[in-house]
């Protein structure tokens, strides 16, 4: 029977000290030249205080012309190793283990945010009310998806270099790696659209590319969507496979989550996220052969104990709880019968409340105050974190965010 407090021996090797895992939120710390700011070792050296076996951070992306949302980190070429350097070591205290999520937003960036526009599998463009945040997308050509692959293991080797303890590779909440994998928005005809296995080559190559990159003993993750939630795209079925496909592999870790910002599941309460993404984790890790993450939901202790004893996953993702309280791992792996208070924000204005922004501010809002080591309260002021983060960041750029 699997207990939080068990290591866990990846395919490559390495041991990890426990089977908690911090999913990977979008912090919006990066510097205008894309470089990590202080805040950053400063944030996950509170959260590797916090006991947490794995720390995975937000987003950071493989190419400074393709950015997700206004202060993106960018990795590409040496110019800012010092600064990933210092983040590294700060975030592996501990013992922690620090692993950098890699990514490519493809279409989904925020319409005029990059220069060049936008790229994508296909010329689709969202549907609906998304249209207006996202423009039509440009399709890659196959050169530049072979530079892509090269990008992605560029950055993996040079965040190994930094000192980074591992990379995953984002491939869920429809950026540019889901983006191949769905065949709603992937409607290419050649070797890299089509069929599933087709559809899935990029995310390969780019695998094998980055375990070229990094060697046989360096932790090498994906995450993975269960499913887009939205007729027409990647399924339960097309995962299973995927994550078969990835197993054969000997990827170390597949995290498990799920939706798009069409559907976003990944963005709701526990009883619909962390029930449903466990279920299909214990069926996912059967499939893969490898150790498996479930990421969404998890708010108490009680239930995370319970995924792991039944098997459902080899470790459980937490996110939102951890950043209202960076000592919730610890308490967990003390035994204590610890909950979180993490609720949806509400201010009663339901334009605001139903837009999403008001979240995306108070937990960017929240991130900051852990950085400077003030103690961050689940019932603080909605309002008044979405006029700091406004005043720092500009209003535009927080109708812009999208988290991770």
Known sequence: MTAPTDALTLPCGVTVKNRLLKGAMSEALGRRDHAPRPELPALYA????????ILLTGNVMVDARALGEPGNVVLEDERHLAEFHAWAVQGSRGGAALWMQLNHPGKQAPRGLNAGGTVAPSAVPYPGGLARAFETPRALTVPEIHDLTARFARSARLAQRAGFGGVQLHAAHGYLLSQFLSPRHNVRTDEYGGSLEHRMRFLLE??????????????????????DFVRGGFSEEDSLAVVAALGERGC????????????????????ERGGFFADFAGRARAAAGVPLCVTGGFRDAATIRQVLAEGSADAVGLA???VTDPDFSARVLRGEDVSS??????????????SGYLEIAWYED??????????????????????RIAAETGLGAVLRRRRA
């Open 252 to 271: 170390d870790l597949i995290e498990i989550s799920g939706g798009t910002y069409e559907k976003p599941m990944m963005m709701l309460g526990q009883g």
């Open 206 to 227: 780019i695998f094998d590319a980055v375990r070229a990159a990094v060697g046989p003993r360096f932790p090498v993750s994906v995450k993975l969507n269960s499913s």
């Open 320 to 322: 939102r709880p951890l």
């Open 341 to 354: 208070e993490v609720r949806p924000l509400k201010t009663g204005l339901g334009l605001l409340d139903g």
């Open 46 to 53: 509170r959260w590797a205080g916090g006991g947490t076996g």
């Open 366 to 387: 929240a991130m900051r105050r852990l950085a400077r080591g003030q103690q961050v309260r689940a019932g603080e002021a909605p309002l008044l974190a979405l006029a």
